[in-house]
């Protein structure tokens, strides 16, 4: 099983900045791709950035030039440098990963969520 543990959320002032991270542990051969989600009040989870192993990114465009996704394989942890945030980005931020066991099975793992609140 893995464990995915999220941190650095809080409250910060629009324009300001905030850097998540998100560490998995637990039994397993290796972890692939990460990624992080958010939801924001009364919405549905939404994707954020996702990155590969080999450091293959992808961004909501909502996100693009403002967020900066980035791993550490050996930590096996993910980050998410967010910069000039806005009011619109304050969700529940969730950090996801795809793993695969020492048997090869794939599966995938969400995080417990930090919350992110940007005031005006």
């Known amino acids: 099983q893995v464990q995915l543990v999220e941190s650095g959320g809080g409250l910060v002032q629009a324009g300001g900045s905030l850097r998540l991270s998100c560490a998995a542990s637990?039994?397993?051969?290796?972890?692939?791709?990460m990624g992080w989600y958010r939801q924001p009040p009364g919405k549905q989870r939404e994707l954020v950035a996702t990155?590969?192993?080999?450091?293959?990114?992808n961004y909501a465009d909502s996100v693009k030039g403002r967020f900066t996704i980035s791993r550490d394989n050996a930590k096996n942890t993910v980050y998410l440098q967010m910069n000039s945030l806005k009011p619109g980005d304050t969700a529940v931020y969730f950090c996801?990963?795809?793993?695969?066991?020492?048997?090869?099975?794939?599966?995938?793992?969400w995080g417990q969520g930090t919350l992110v609140t940007v005031s005006s």
């Open positions: 996801n990963a795809d793993w695969m066991s020492v048997l090869g099975i794939t599966r995938d793992v």
């Open positions: 637990g039994r397993f051969f290796r972890i692939n791709s």
């Open positions: 990155i590969t192993r080999d450091g293959d990114t």
